[in-house]
């Protein structure tokens, strides 16, 4: 399923913010902590895509969140993959 371009700014953003907030003493310091949850949030504008394209991306985001510079490239390829072609204008 094709999701316009503007969704999957949205994830990348998100995912940017739960990545700068991110820490990894937080599992420890704050009982109330679920990275899933985090993960829940990242991928709510793309949530109609398919079980396989979600699962994927849900895999990358958590890499991302917990250590963004070693996984964002992959975050970056698979939303390209994804995302639809630029219309031209």
């Given amino acids: 399923m094709a999701l316009p371009q503007e969704r999957f700014d949205e994830l990348l953003h998100r995912t940017a913010l739960a990545a700068l907030f991110y820490y990894p003493e937080i599992a420890v310091d704050d009982a109330d902590y679920n990275l899933q949850s985090d993960i829940d949030y990242c991928l709510e504008p793309v949530a109609a895509l398919g079980a396989d394209e979600l699962n994927g991306?849900?895999?990358?985001?958590?890499?991302?969140?917990?250590?963004?510079?070693?996984h964002r490239t992959t975050l970056m390829e698979l939303i390209i993959e994804l995302a639809p072609e630029p219309s031209p204008e």
């Fill in 57 to 70: 991306l849900r895999a990358v985001v958590g890499r991302v969140i917990t250590n963004p510079s070693a």
